[in-house]
């Protein structure tokens, strides 16, 4: 079963603009991480922030945890055509399980 | 550096058939996770191999099985096929020294059970 949800299931947005995802999940946590998956090929990491964190930076990326809300948002700062692709963000469990739990994805589309 | 690898890329399979998939992980990594994929979804969990043994294992029946080798390659065996097990298969590697925070993922498997 899925962690949690991701909001919005599907974004469109014009180049330059910010995009925003949110990732909500169920259980205690050692990490949260987004990874990109573009046309269903394997996931790229692109950031992991750890329970203790609340916010974190990575070039155009930003991401924040609120642990008491069991959330954590992804922003990518002035998108890119090649940003076009599915986000998910998972789990690493604080239960000393090494698996990764995903959200179910937001797509996005990034016109140019 | 080479990273995690796959084979096959795509692989046609009909019901009742046995399939094998491979893995090669990350070099310096010594653990291999595998998850299921399905259209418009996230992964899910099937098991992770350490030194050669399944040391967890999600919800998935025993027709999932799978084995990994001294090299820490890895393979995934899937009996009986279901036409519910057409999805994107993806192997990721992680290494303990790390944590195994950080899964990195082959560019995936795509089974298709006619």
Redesign the interface.
Known sequence: ??QGEEDPQALSIQEGENATMNCSYKTSI??L?W?RQNS??????LI?IRSNEREKHSGRLRVTLDTSKKSSSLLITASRAADTASY?C?T?GGDS?????????TRLLVRP | DAG?TQSPTHLIKTRGQQVTLRCSPKSGHD?V?W?QQA?G?????IF?YYEEEE??R??FPDRFSGHQFPNYSSELNVNALLLGDSA?Y?C?S?DTGQL?????????T?LLVL
Do not use: D
Request: charged share 10%.
């Open positions: 079963s899925q050692n990490n991480q990874y269903g090929r394997g996931l790229v990491h992991l998910f998972a690493l399980s090494y698996k990764l739990i995903f959200g179910s994805g | 995690v653990t996770s998850y259209l979804q996230g992964p899910q969990f992770q040391r967890q999600g919800n994107l993806l990721a992680s195994r925070e950080t899964q990195y993922f082959g560019p995936g795509r």
